[in-house]
């Protein structure tokens, strides 16, 4: 049984020529080296695609995944690949849907504040561009400038500011997506309020490529905050820290971001980026807070000063200025990366805990650390609770590769034990697969299989991500 | 030895410079990436590329090695990785292996056989002159602007400046004494494409310096600085031109090394790493190397002279990539470009964004660096700019080539031509 080679061949070049009816030569890589280049996303996961598709409109995507449908074909849809739950790593090979030449802002309307943009446009680009007309799209990932609001949405992004502001999927108003069979949907619409049937915008917002591929988003915008003031706040003690930021929200105050850096945070940033930070403490608070009005922003970054001091705080830097302030968060958006030059590979996990739950979850998170002698960077969002432990190993070593597999089984542990989730922002993807069911339990993912199969029958969407076939 | 390489990699394809996170920041900053928005075009794609190429998950195929020649060579990405690693300094490197292996012939004639002998480079170059000369050029001109010209061959010629009767080697003294009192003796290296094509600017870079106290050497006989060795893959080559020119400059006795071309000056102060294995060498490279400075450099160092011309002109500046990131050089050609009184200082958006010409790209990936070069002259032309400096001739070059085929009114020059004008009243 079986077909002949020659003839697997034929078929795969007859269907390569039939993609190329639809994007066009350009749009179509098939060598050796595209597919080397297009089988990883931003973890140390790889596996190549057998074709990569660059589509230029939605009509384009119809066709290509109903051609795909047709053969059985996967797709896996992919932005930019910063993603860090090896999400459009096409494990399933088939064709890896790269959305990065749908990078139009296609409107900005100034009258409903809504932005309607394609699937490939670059969240930093889209930011920059509202910011002209002195509006804001706040979600702000750490890699705002290297991945794509299809991207974002996919996986609900986060960021520091989703504190006060609220993340991805609180912006999404609607979805133009591309479904398993080739149809066109389009969901929500330019209306704020719509009870009108389920709510498939939030639906497919967080799918990570499983229910469908999106490739217009309608984004609300909100009026840009013209002041800001951001402190560096030093604890010698973590406790404190954590204590001061359920301190200063009890107090009323809402700051934009309130982020925590441990030490090894710390000593890994200034290692790198030289930004003069105390390294002999053992957590460090950035907190800033925005407003339309200098001195209310102002006495709020006072007060949360205040609060800090009152509970244990060390020292309290204000930046003094723009540049300052750029420098402050320099340091933090570079960590992640920064952590690179420690060792060859890392995991850089997301769980997320209730607030008061941090100083143990760190402190068993560093229990675990020490107990397989691999280190362990700890930084995050802590005023919503969303660590990112990162565990630094190289992947050419078994021994650590099988402790690592071993780490970050117990660190999602310790985060359920604590009443937390796995992930806060990166999404499931494969890197998380194996721990959800006991995230979510047997109903939940039963009944999340059967949404999945309802949108996706012949299983094609991004095969084996989330959970399980 | 294996025909694809593999086995030949060097010690500096196995270091830390390749150590990617795949964060995917340098993305942001690449001028292929932009332009053609496929991560094969970027350089963490070809980091990939390199590091599955090291070991042995692909061979090293003409399709990976025509990857490797894409890139522009800007080195953006070395400098947004906060990893540490240097995509563009491996893709240099690796094209010095795929020669090692497979030795293309014409870049033995080219590299060996033209670049590296002055006089054969001035004959070969002679038909520009006369073309220029006889009043072709000028026909050529007027075919341009009546669209008679394929786009490719009217953007090339559009390259060439207004090309000197004769190279500049052989006018420019050995020795060009100080006006007035002598307070530095300094060794001038004397480009290739300065001395053929832009002699201009290098004269005028030799007049600013005897108008400030500097007595000029200029050795005729030092060969190219070796950079087109080195992008082409023949790290063999260079290493040879870097010998002949370091013990040229210890025999002329000087202690400043100075250069007006910055790929010139970056190759220059890179010779210390290219000979940091030779036993030999390796000391005297580095001492050499730590006498080199760009023109800029040089001159924002001592105490000038005051210009006497006020220069009224809108000015605008594109850093080189080889002086921005190969040489860490760029507030100096701002400040030079400001001690002119009369001159409107207009920062370029994104000056330092790779002007397309990659040494060579305009002729090797046409359409890629066309679109590149449009994007600085759209930049460029918003900025309102009568004049554009940029210390390279292969930027000079290439924003020749934009500023034509658009119809713009910019005159291209070195910074160091302002200063020029400014002592010795404007040539243009």
Redesign the interface.
């Known amino acids: 049984m079986g077909i002949p080679w020659n003839e697997v061949l034929k078929l795969k070049n007859q269907f390569v020529d039939d993609l190329i009816k639809i994007t066009g030569k350009d749009g179509i890589l098939t060598t050796p080296e595209d597919l080397a280049v297009y089988s990883y996303d931003g973890t140390f996961e790889e596996h190549r695609p057998d074709i990569v598709a660059l589509p230029q409109t939605t009509e384009q995507v119809s066709r290509l995944v109903m051609l795909a449908g047709s053969k059985r074909i996967p797709i896996v849809p992919r932005g930019m690949a910063s993603g860090l739950a090896a999400g459009s790593v096409p494990f399933s090979g088939g064709i890896a849907l790269t959305m990065t030449r749908m990078n139009r802002i296609l409107e900005i309307d100034l009258n409903n504040a809504i932005a309607h943009v394609e699937a490939g446009v670059i969240t930093a680009k889209l930011q920059t561009e509202v910011e002209k007309y002195a509006l804001f799209y706040p979600p702000d990932p750490s890699s705002n400038r290297h991945s794509t609001i299809g991207g974002n949405v996919a996986c609900n992004a986060g960021g520091p500011r989703c504190l006060k502001y609220g993340v991805t999927g609180d912006y999404v108003l609607g979805l133009t997506v591309v479904l398993a069979d080739g149809r066109v949907l389009k969901t929500g619409g330019k209306p704020i309020k719509d009870v009108v049937g389920y709510n498939l915008t939030a639906l497919f917002t967080g799918s990570e490529g499983t229910l469908g591929v999106i490739t217009e988003v309608l984004l609300r915008l909100i009026a840009k905050p013209r002041q800001h003031r951001t402190a560096l706040i030093e604890f010698n003690s973590l406790a404190d820290a954590c204590y001061s930021v359920n301190a200063i929200l009890m107090a009323g105050i809402v700051p934009a971001a309130i982020e925590l850096m441990d030490v090894t945070a710390i000593a890994c940033v200034e290692q790198v980026m030289k930004l003069d930070l105390p390294t002999d403490i053992e957590a460090m608070l950035l907190i800033e807070a925005d407003g339309k009005y200098k001195k209310s922003v102002q006495r709020d970054i006072d007060a949360v000063v205040e609060i800090c001091k009152a509970n244990g705080a060390r020292k309290a830097r204000i930046a003094q200025d723009e540049d300052e302030r750029e420098n402050l968060w320099k340091a933090r958006r570079l960590v992640s990366a920064s952590l690179a030059r420690l060792a060859p590979n890392k995991i850089g996990e997301d769980i997320t805990v209730p607030r008061n739950a941090i100083p143990e979850t760190v402190e068993r998170i560093k229990a675990t650390s020490a107990k397989y002698g691999i280190p362990v960077v700890i930084f995050g969002h802590a005023g919503d609770g969303n660590l990112h432990p990162n565990i630094l190993f190289d992947k050419h070593d078994p021994d650590q590769l099988g402790k690592v597999t071993k780490m970050v089984e117990e660190i999602f542990n310790i985060s359920l034990e604590m009443g937390g989730t796995l992930s806060g922002e990166h999404g499931v993807g494969m890197l998380k697969r194996p721990y959800i069911q006991k995230a979510l339990g047997f109903e939940s993912i039963e009944i999340q299989k059967r949404i999945k199969h309802a949108f996706d029958p012949l299983n094609i969407l991004n095969p084996g991500k989330i959970f399980s076939d | 030895m294996e025909k694809d390489g593999t086995g030949v990699l060097s010690h500096k394809l196995l270091n830390d410079k390749r ?7 340098c ?2 900053v690449c001028p292929t990436y932009r332009e053609l ?4 075009a ?1 350089p ?2 070809r980091l ?2 390199i590091n ?1 190429a090291a070991s042995g ?2 061979h090293i ?1 003409s ?2 090695m025509e ?1 490797m020649y894409q890139c522009f060579g800007c080195m953006a990405c070395d400098e947004i990785c ?3 690693a240097e995509p563009s300094g491996l893709v240099l490197e690796l094209r010095n292996v795929r020669e090692k292996t497979n030795p293309a012939v014409w870049k033995k004639l080219l590299f060996n056989g033209l670049v590296r002998k002055p006089d054969i480079m001035e004959l070969a170059s002679s038909p520009f002159r006369i073309y220029e000369r006889i009043g072709l050029r000028r026909l050529v001109g007027l075919a341009r602007k009546v669209n008679l010209l394929p786009d490719r061959i009217s953007d090339w010629e559009a390259m060439l400046p207004n090309i000197p009767n004769r190279p500049l080697r052989q006018i420019l003294p050995g020795v060009a004494e100080a006006k007035g009192e002598s307070h530095y003796r300094v060794g001038f290296f004397l480009g290739c494409m300065q001395s053929l094509f832009f002699g201009r600017g290098s004269a005028a870079t030799v007049r600013v310096l005897t108008r400030n106290g500097c007595t000029v050497l200029t050795p005729k006989d030092i060969q190219c600085c070796g950079m087109p060795s080195v992008s082409y893959g023949r790290q063999d080559l260079a290493k040879e031109q870097a010998r002949h020119n370091i013990s040229v400059f210890e025999h002329a006795n000087v202690e400043t090394i100075l250069t007006d071309c910055a790929t010139c000056g970056s190759m220059l102060k890179s010779y210390a790493d290219l000979l940091e294995d030779d036993q030999i060498w390796s000391e005297r490279a580095a001492t050499f190397s730590r006498n080199v400075y760009d023109i800029s450099e040089f001159l924002m160092k001592i105490p000038l002279v005051k210009p006497q011309h006020r220069i009224e002109r809108r000015v605008t500046y594109h850093d080189p990539c080889h002086l921005r990131r190969g040489q860490g050089v760029w507030k100096e050609p701002r400040s030079l470009l400001g001690l002119v009184d009369g001159v409107d200082l207009i920062e370029l958006v994104e000056a330092d964004w790779c002007c397309g010409s990659g040494g060579s790209q305009l002729i090797g990936h046409y359409s890629l660096s066309r679109k590149v070069m449009q994007r600085k002259i759209d930049q460029l032309k918003n900025s309102g700019a009568e004049v554009i400096a940029s210390g390279c001739p292969a930027c000079q070059m290439q924003l020749n080539a934009g500023i034509k085929r658009r119809g713009l009114q910019v005159k291209v020059i070195h910074p160091v031509e302002l200063l020029d004008w400014a002592y010795h009243g404007m040539r243009y």
Do not use: K, W
């Open positions: 150590n990617c996170s795949h964060c995917g920041l993305l942001v928005l496929t991560e094969t970027s963490r794609g990939a590329l599955q998950g692909l195929s399709n990976l990857q906060p990893a540490g």
